[in-house]
């Protein structure tokens, strides 16, 4: 059945996509919660004209999640949680957990279900963590579970002389 998506669906597409679903799926979930409406011809007509504004939110909504992602990306979180013998934890880092840790180092608000987790967090220690801010649009933030982060290391710094030497064979050119 082709449907119209009114806003984004994981996995399906975004706002003003037509998409094909099964039946039941449209009927008992899509159409109750208001996430789609059915592909009629007055409905794609309807979309045809509202294309221009779908299209605004679109960008503005890419740009919202490219300025999240550069906030986030590659920055360490902590999380405290209760650690054993040779660093297992009692339990694990849940999903809540990091987003409440994000929200409280960084200030920036995540929805929970947006975190990736491919495997649990159930050791102390440094654990790379995805999150799909939007479609393709994805951060990584580096959870420490533990007491104290080891200091990271500085990252390099380019010498004045190897910028001016660039610059240099740049205006040669």
């Known amino acids: 059945m ?5 806003g984004e669906l994981r996995g399906k597409g975004g706002e003003g996509d037509v ?3 099964a039946q039941g799926f449209a ?7 208001k996430i789609a409406q059915p592909a ?3 409905n794609l007509k309807q979309l045809e ?16 999640a490219e300025a999240t992602k550069a906030i986030l990306d590659g920055k360490l979180v902590k999380v405290d949680a209760k650690i054993g013998e040779e660093g297992q934890l009692f339990g694990s880092v849940t999903s809540q957990q990091i ?7 960084l200030d920036v608000e995540v929805d929970r279900k947006r975190v990736v987790r491919g495997a649990t967090i159930k050791t102390a ?12 649009v994805n951060a990584k933030v580096i ?3 533990g007491d104290e982060p080891v200091a990271e290391e500085p990252e390099p710094v380019e010498s004045t002389e190897a910028v001016e030497a660039t610059d240099a064979t740049e205006a040669a050119e």
């Open 99 to 105: 987003v409440e840790a994000i929200k409280a180092q």
């Open 143 to 145: 959870v420490f579970v």
């Open 40 to 42: 009629t011809p007055g």
């Open 49 to 64: 004209q509202r294309r221009a504004s779908i299209e605004k939110r679109e960008v503005e909504r890419i740009a919202n």
């Open 19 to 21: 998409v094909d679903v």
């Open 2 to 6: 082709k449907v119209i998506l009114l």
């Open 125 to 136: 220690g440094r654990h790379a963590v995805e999150i799909n801010l939007y479609r393709e």
């Open 27 to 33: 009927e008992n979930y899509l159409f109750r919660n």
